[in-house]
């Protein structure tokens, strides 16, 4: 089945600073990589998705990239703030079911 | 738009008691709604997948009769955790398909369980 590993497991970065986190995937046949960010205590939130007919995708300060032949992908924060400090999960769609196996998370803490 | 509700946001109960959490989309029809379980520090594990007007299909190792799901409209699931136990105190969390975004999921806030 599918397996979805993320890295770094925490991340500190300088306000204003950039933000990297990447994520692996390994079933060929995933086609849909969503980005979520979870506060203490809450849902995750989507924050950014792409699709696998496309390499880039932007939003702002945030960007997702996509490589499907290597099979990862990553999330990008540019500029960051205090408030982006959260957990942020990747996830991978799954053949059946459109369900999502997602990342072990990602702590970002960003100092001000 | 979008929004997933879930009802209640935190529940403490004792041991042997059951314990029914909702989840509702409130601005769309969602005839797939998923539910997983989070523990502290860890990611989201997928328990079972719920279809409106059928059985749900769960994940392997969650026993379903443990853990009971009915999705009885296409704003409504949910799930019932029978005969709880501390070991089953966890963040439980349903997301909803929205079916004009494929694949897309949305996330409801969260239930905190703690089972006494």
């Known amino acids: 089945g599918e397996n979805v590993e993320q890295h770094p497991s925490t991340l500190s970065v300088q306000e204003g600073d950039s933000a990297v986190i990447k994520c692996t995937y390994s079933d060929s046949a995933s086609n849909y990589f969503p980005w979520y960010k979870q506060e203490l205590g809450k849902g995750p939130q989507l924050i950014i998705d792409?699709?696998?007919?496309?390499g880039e995708k932007k939003d702002q300060r945030i960007a997702v990239t996509l490589n499907k032949t290597a099979k990862h992908f990553s999330l990008h924060i540019t500029e960051t703030q205090p408030e982006d400090s959260a957990v942020y999960f990747c996830a991978a769609s799954i053949r059946q079911g459109n369900k999502l196996v997602f990342g072990a998370g990602t702590i970002l803490r960003v100092k001000s | 738009g979008a929004v997933v509700s879930q009802h209640p946001s935190w529940v403490i109960c004792k041991s042997g008691t059951s314990v029914k959490i909702e989840c509702r989309s409130l601005d769309f029809q969602a005839t797939t709604m998923f539910w997983y379980r989070q523990f502290p520090k860890q990611s989201l594990m997928l328990m079972a997948t719920?279809?409106?007007?059928?059985?749900?299909?769960?994940e392997q190792g969650v026993e379903k009769d443990k853990f009971l799901i009915n999705h009885a409209s296409l704003t409504l699931s949910t799930l019932t955790v029978t005969s709880a136990h501390p070991e089953d105190s966890s963040f439980y969390i349903c997301?909803?398909?929205?079916?004009?975004?494929?694949?897309?999921?949305?996330f409801g806030p969260g239930t905190r369980l703690t089972v006494l």
């Open positions: 719920s279809n409106e007007g059928s059985k749900a299909t769960y």
């Open positions: 997301s909803a398909l929205n079916g004009g975004s494929y694949n897309e999921q949305f």
């Open positions: 792409i699709r696998s007919n496309v």
